[in-house]
């Protein structure tokens, strides 16, 4: 069965390149003419691993092409999921399976409601991948994968593809409990990334905020039913920082580059779910408050 790739961004690139290396049948579906005609220009999709570049050409089409889908995998933003896949709805065969690799919380629902008939897969990602230029992308760190699906436990029948293709993973039947301890983790480190203009490992400076924002991130995700999520979070947030203390998080990078953030999947997801919890978090709001002055005042969107 053909993949079919919405979001040729760095992790949508990087699963498509491994997907046709293994003779897999991947097509891209890029936004509009202009982007189509550029990407033939370039000639397909460059992998750049341990510094070799492969090219692979990935055939690509419009959203509006006739032919059915019957799997695709979602790697845009969290803030364009359900504009894109409302771009390729009609063309959804009955019981299509989508893989969501969005960031954050929130998405995923919201793609699912409207998508009543269809199997939607939530994803959640460690793997680390960038674009040095358009239609280009750098495998910069191995990681893992898993995937669930909410609704029902039973894992797909395609799952050795994957293997086939390299590209580690894990039938997950919890898969809320891991994406709602990494947006516990991402609501602890990218935002204070932001504020203090620093990598990863820069808030090893900051340890008392770093912390209290860990205690209050417990609370809330023992207050949403997340108990497991919950476990030594300060302990794994401290890991993350060191392991990846050279790296700029990507909220950082988006900021740097005058790019729309995705602070309504995370950090906002987090303080509406406190809010109608109840619970006070002064801490996680006045973050919240602090990185939406920051952004107003560099002109990007608040949501």
Known sequence: MTWHILGAGSLGSLWATRLARAGLPVRLI??????????????????????????????????????????????????????????????????????????????????????PGQRCLFVSSTEGAFRPADFQVVFAGNGHNWLGDPSDPRPPTWLD??????????????????????????????????????????????????????????????????????????EDVQRVIEATAANYSSMHQDVAQGRRTEISYLLGYACAAAQRHGLHLAHLQHLQQRLLAHLAARGLPLD
Do not use: F
């Open 30 to 115: 890029l936004r509009d003419r202009q982007r189509l005609e550029a990407y033939r220009q370039a000639g397909g999709l460059t992998l750049i691993e341990a510094g070799q570049p492969m090219l692979y050409a990935i055939p690509a089409e419009l959203p509006q092409e006739p032919a059915p889908i019957r799997r695709l995998l979602l790697a845009c933003k969290a803030y364009d999921a359900q504009d894109a896949v409302a771009s390729i709805a009609e063309r959804l065969a009955p019981g299509a399976e989508l893989l969501l690799l969005q960031n954050g919380l929130g998405s995923q629902d919201e793609v699912a409601r409207s998508l």
């Open 161 to 234: 593809e994957l293997q086939r293709a390299g590209i580690a993973h894990q039938w997950s039947p919890d898969i809320l409990t891991r994406l709602w301890r990494k947006l516990a983790l991402n609501c602890a480190i990218n935002p204070l990334t932001v504020l203090h203009d620093c990598r990863n490992g820069g808030l090893s400076q900051h340890p008392a905020e770093v912390a209290t924002l860990c205690v209050e991130l417990t609370e809330l995700l023992q207050r949403c039913g997340q108990p497991a999520a919950a476990g030594n979070l300060h």
